[in-house]
């Protein structure tokens, strides 16, 4: 990532997993935000009202809703760095989760507004106001979309940077406004050629973008919250790392718990049962060093002798 030239290269602020840190990166992904936003939305609305099209005054408070949610995605972050005390011994992490599930009931909020008002144009079409400039204006609104998937393209290189879902949230909510503005831009020029109900087709078009990108925000952040499996690619990580000790045979039980930049991974590993207990234990503690060094996770390992697994595996069977 250091690589990268120009606009998508990012600062280097120092050790990810510290929490100043990971917040200083999400204030620059809400800053960028913030700004590109607010002039889209000024772009957008001032349009919408020369033109008389409520799928782009639709589109408009789209863009406006990521100001929101920039504010969220601080708030979040802000809350997210604290220490961890008595009450939250894991930290405060997971307050990104729930801020991205507050984007997410926003989102749906807006969507559901703007169907209604969709279907009220739906029912009674109206005709473009100043339709000499239709073109123009489509041809401005497909410009913004390209904006917004630039936009998209930073947050996304932030989130992976800090390995933060409510970045990469944030991303896809700027890649959904840039589909939209393509879509309202085709609704504009379709009402310019004598089909005025497309604008309001169009409308419910975003407005259903809106509201299907807050339900998958608020699966994808509950999902966290509640707990979920590990992924295959740290399944894989994972395997490859103990591969490289011989005297274990076998990983099993493998649990990530996600508590925002602290994330404890545990699993079982299976070594020759005659190994003394200080050998196993220097095994284990070696393993736990080479996983810290190598993935972002905390390990804590449970040690058993080879076969366990699969013997009471097959005792629960019977």
Same mark, same amino acid.
């Given at each position: ?38 002039? %889209? ?14 799928? +782009? ?20 972050? @802000? ?6 005390? $008595?009450?939250?011994? *894991? ?5 990104? &989760? #729930? ?10 909020? #807006?969507? %559901? ?5 969709? *279907?009220?144009?739906? +029912? ?8 000499? *400039? ?11 979309? #390209? ?26 909510? &700027?890649?959904? =406004? ?10 504009? #020029?379709?009402? /310019?050629?004598?089909?005025?109900? +497309? ?16 339900? &998958? ?7 966290? %919250? ?9 399944? @894989? ?19 990530? /718990? ?8 545990? *699993? ?13 234990? @220097?095994?284990? =503690? ?6 810290? $060094? ?14 366990? &697994?699969?013997?009471?595996?097959? @005792?629960?069977?019977?």
């Amino acid at each position: 990532m250091g690589k990268k030239k120009g606009w998508m290269k990012l600062p280097e602020y120092g050790d990810i997993t510290n929490p100043d840190i990971r917040a200083k990166y999400g204030y620059l992904e809400a800053l960028v935000s913030i700004i590109g936003n607010v002039t %889209l939305f000024f772009i957008k609305i001032s349009l919408a009202l020369l033109v008389n099209s409520i799928g +782009l005054a639709a589109d408009a408070i789209h863009s406006l809703s990521d100001v929101s949610t920039s504010g969220i995605v601080i708030f979040g972050f @802000k809350i997210a760095k604290k220490r961890p005390d $008595k009450k939250h011994p *894991f930290g405060h992490g997971r307050a990104e &989760h #729930i801020a991205t599930l507050i984007i997410a009931v926003f989102l749906i909020i #807006i969507g %559901l507004n703007f169907i209604q008002t969709s *279907f009220d144009r739906l +029912l009674h079409p109206e005709q473009l106001s100043n339709p000499d *400039f239709a073109i123009i204006t489509a041809i401005i609104i497909l410009s913004t979309a #390209i904006g917004k998937e630039l936009m998209a393209r930073y947050s996304s290189l932030i989130s992976k940077k800090i390995e933060s879902d409510m970045l990469q949230a944030d991303a896809w909510h &700027h890649r959904t =406004d840039a589909i939209s503005s393509i879509g309202v831009a085709i609704g504009i #020029i379709g009402s /310019h050629l004598g089909f005025p109900i +497309l604008d309001a087709i169009f409308g419910l078009f975003v407005s259903a973008i809106i509201i299907y990108v807050g339900v &998958h925000l608020i699966k994808t952040s509950s999902n966290y %919250l509640i707990g979920t499996r590990p992924s295959s690619n740290l399944i @894989k990580k994972l395997q490859a790392i103990t591969k490289q000790a011989s005297q274990i045979s076998n990983i099993h039980s493998i649990y990530v /718990h996600d508590y925002g930049h602290i994330k404890i991974l545990t *699993f079982h590993v299976e070594m020759n049962g005659s190994l003394s207990l200080d050998d196993a234990h @220097k095994i284990a =503690d070696d393993l736990e060093d080479k996983i810290m $060094k190598t993935t972002h996770y905390f390990p804590v390992i449970h040690v058993e002798p080879t076969g366990v &697994h699969e013997y009471m595996k097959k @005792k629960e069977k019977r």
